[in-house]
């Protein structure tokens, strides 16, 4: 029962280098998302998805980008690394997102610095 | 907008306390409540949920009662072990919104 996978679980990057975080579930969800947990706050969206193909833009999208090749992987990747993108980022899924009483399976979380 | 406002931490209790975590939100719709929990390098697990008004949720001998008059659901357990210790973070979900909305989280330290 791997549910939500994440990798890697930690990185450094110096400031403009690019990188991807990996994301996939093996239960068959449509629903993913990206979030970031900032020392201290609750956890913000950055990008979702509600089926192959298909993404948008959550409430902090700048310097980021998605894609949505497969049922199971949600990549997310940064450009131009930026120290205020020094963060711990989480990927959740859900079977479907438009029954929004659904919780959210969330991954272990990949923490990441810019220097 | 929604928001969900929660204690601040850290919350620093005996073992065998009782335990309150406040919780409140503003919503435009009719959300969904969750409590997750956070155990150190690890990451969200769901405790427990309520989809509608006057709903409790219960896990673990952990509740909290969805409160739609007062905006509220409070998290509550009779008496915290020390395996308890971690971040609380209570969470809205709204048909309108996209994603969870969660508050800032709570820290729960249990001394034996």
């Given at each position: 029962n791997a549910g939500v996978t994440?990798?890697?679980?930690?990185?450094?990057?110096?400031?403009?280098?690019?990188?991807?975080?990996?994301?996939?579930?093996?239960?068959?969800h449509n629903y993913m998302y990206w979030y970031r947990q900032d020392p201290g706050m609750g956890?913000?969206?950055?990008?979702?998805?509600?089926?192959?193909?298909?993404?948008?833009?959550?409430?902090?999208?700048?310097g980021y980008n998605v894609?949505?090749?497969?049922?199971?992987?949600?990549?997310?990747?940064?450009?131009?690394?930026?120290p205020s993108q020094t963060s711990v980022y989480f990927c959740a899924s859900t079977q479907d997102g438009g029954y929004f009483w659904q919780p959210q399976h969330f991954g272990d979380g990949t923490r990441l610095s810019i220097l | 907008g929604n928001s969900v406002t929660q204690m601040e931490g850290p919350v620093t209790l005996s073992e065998e306390a009782f335990l309150t975590i406040n919780c409140t939100y503003t919503a435009t719709g009719y959300p969904s409540l969750f409590w997750y929990v956070q155990y150190p390098g690890e990451?969200?697990?769901?405790?427990?949920?309520?989809?509608?008004?006057?709903?409790?949720?219960?896990?673990?001998?952990?509740?909290?009662t969805y409160r739609k008059e007062t905006t509220s659901?409070?998290?509550?357990?009779?008496?915290?072990?020390?395996?308890?210790?971690?971040?609380?973070?209570?969470?809205?979900?709204?048909?309108k919104a996209d994603g969870l909305t969660f508050g800032k989280g709570t820290h729960l330290i249990i001394q034996p």
């Open positions: 994440q990798t890697p679980k930690f990185r450094i990057l110096k400031i403009g280098q690019s990188m991807t975080l990996q994301c996939a579930q093996d239960m068959n956890l913000k969206l950055i990008y979702y998805s509600v089926g192959a193909g298909i993404t948008d833009k959550g409430e902090v999208p700048n894609s949505r090749s497969t049922t199971e992987d949600f990549p997310l990747r940064l450009e131009l690394a930026a | 990451g969200l697990q769901l405790l427990l949920k309520a989809t509608k008004a006057d709903d409790k949720g219960s896990n673990k001998g952990f509740e909290a659901f409070h998290l509550e357990k009779g008496s915290v072990q020390v395996s308890d210790s971690a971040v609380y973070f209570c969470a809205l979900s709204d048909p």
